[in-house]
């Protein structure tokens, strides 16, 4: 991963309102200290030496929290917005507003205990959750909210909405000038990847192409002894058992895996398409899955047949959950069981989610460019658990980028098949595949073991101006 993802950095702003105890300030910046910091979170915080208990109440004190939010805008990815009683929502509106910040916002307010209604402890955040998000509208400003109207900053449903948020911050710093390397042409019969770059760059995503020419050019130059080669020979052997597959075959694979990875380096490429049937066969006499199980494996995925807009979906799933996604066909049904369907691909999958994995030859392609030449190819099944799946597309006739998601679960009913597959079970499915069909889909999709559908439609719907259908929300 190109960039720091792992730990995110907040801005916390404290809302207050004078008539209201203003001391519930103090106590939520304290806690919110701690919950954070236990939490991994970077914070950003007034102190109590800027503003009254380190809250925003007035205009001065937009004005001080505009200063300091503008000091860090390249370092915070979302502000977190606490009310411990109702809160200025003018003031609040506005230090947001005037910062220029376009990052992701969470709206917490506090509970109300009934044995303290009176004047000097009652906090009226109920109330005032709805009066700022009320200004936010008229600001323009979107927003996230709490799973719970209100809730207590220090339990536990808040603390799942925070690492929610988390997750939601990092696929929308991450998409936000994210570059795609697409290495080599889609294959000529695969109408179904063609994809607008235009529209990927207005949204802030840059596509850097490379022909395989110049690839495999670099791969004969290379040099047999070249240490980088044993590394990456290491790291497809640590990937699956490659006991079947003969040594030239790996020398080659490892050769290719040295090229492509200097070229995202070189590039500063987060996430990978590849060109990868049936030139790769005619011409090194290998298949490219493994590396690409590899690069998945790291959160750097790499989708099949130069499928641009599947690299992004698996790259935001991946984000999104930091977990390995792959990337699969939409491809039988399974049975008369019309919630389930099989997913498979050659063998692209991240070996993390699969049961024995093992490198094999890709027999499929193997019938046209004969299978000792498809070596590289992963062999193994999908571990059962909980899925989600995402697409992304671009739609050249309504001009806009759209999306699809939802979850369900990876099961482990009997499958008796080659390569990489899964057994999927969704609610409606037949539903959701009218949806895709009726609206110009690909029939590849993104899919892991997490569940992160509605981090993803959130982040989309809301911060990048995607539209992104949920599936039985």
């Not at 130069?306 to 935001?316: C, Q, T």
Request: with cysteine.
């Amino acid at each position: 991963m190109r960039r720091a993802l792992d730990k995110m950095t907040l801005a916390v702003l404290i809302g207050n309102r004078g008539f209201f105890p203003s001391f519930l300030v103090g106590d939520a910046r304290r806690d919110a200290q701690r919950i954070f910091a236990e939490l991994g979170i970077n914070t950003i915080m007034l102190t109590e030496e800027q503003t009254n208990y380190g809250g925003v109440e007035t205009y001065s004190d937009a004005k001080i929290a505009v200063k300091l939010l503008k000091e860090y805008k390249d370092e915070i990815n979302g502000i977190v917005v606490l009310l411990p009683n109702f809160g200025d929502e003018k003031a609040m509106s506005e230090a947001i507003h005037q910062s220029g910040l376009n990052v992701p916002i969470l709206v917490q307010a506090e509970d109300d205990e009934l044995h303290k209604m009176g004047l000097a402890t009652r906090r009226d955040s109920f109330c005032g959750k709805i009066s700022l998000c009320n200004n936010f509208r008229q600001f323009g400003i979107p927003f996230t909210l709490t799973t719970q109207h209100t809730c207590a900053l220090t339990s536990d449903i808040f603390k799942q909405d925070l690492q929610s948020f988390v997750s939601l911050c990092r696929v929308v710093t991450a998409l936000r000038g994210c570059r795609v390397g697409s290495i080599g042409a889609r294959p000529a019969g695969f109408n179904t990847v063609r994809y607008s770059e235009k529209l990927l760059e207005k949204l802030g995503i840059t596509v850097e192409p490379i022909d395989l020419s110049e690839i495999f050019a670099r791969v004969n130059n290379l040099k047999d002894d070249d240490l980088r080669i044993a590394e990456k020979l290491q790291l497809l052997k640590n990937n699956a058992d490659t006991s079947r597959i003969p040594e030239e075959k790996l020398l080659v694979m490892s050769k290719l895996f040295v090229i492509i990875s200097e070229w995202i380096v070189a590039n500063d490429i987060d996430t990978t398409a590849i060109q990868c049937w049936t030139s790769l066969q005619d011409t090194l006499g290998i298949n490219v899955c493994s590396i690409m199980s590899v690069m998945s494996g790291q959160l750097m995925p790499s989708a099949c047949e130069v499928d641009v807009m599947g690299a992004l979906s698996m790259y935001a799933l991946s984000i999104a959950s930091m977990k390995p996604a792959s990337i699969a066909d939409w491809n039988n049904n399974f049975g008369d069981n019309r919630d389930k369907c099989v997913m498979f691909h050659c063998g692209n999958y991240a070996t993390e989610e699969l049961i024995n994995p093992f490198m094999s030859t890709a027999d499929i392609i193997g019938t046209t460019v004969g299978c000792e030449n498809t070596c590289g190819a992963i062999n193994g099944r999908m571990k059962a658990g909980p899925l989600t799946y995402f697409r992304l597309s671009t739609d050249d006739f309504e001009g806009k980028i759209k999306a699809y998601t939802g979850e369900g679960k990876f099961v482990d009913d009997e499958l008796d098949t080659v390569g990489c597959r899964a057994v999927i079970q969704v609610k409606e499915l037949e539903n959701l595949l009218t949806y895709i069909c009726n609206n110009g889909f690909e029939h590849h999709v993104a899919m892991n073991h997490s569940s992160t559908a509605k981090v993803l439609q959130e982040a989309f719907t809301k911060y990048l101006g995607v539209e992104c259908y949920y599936h039985n929300e």
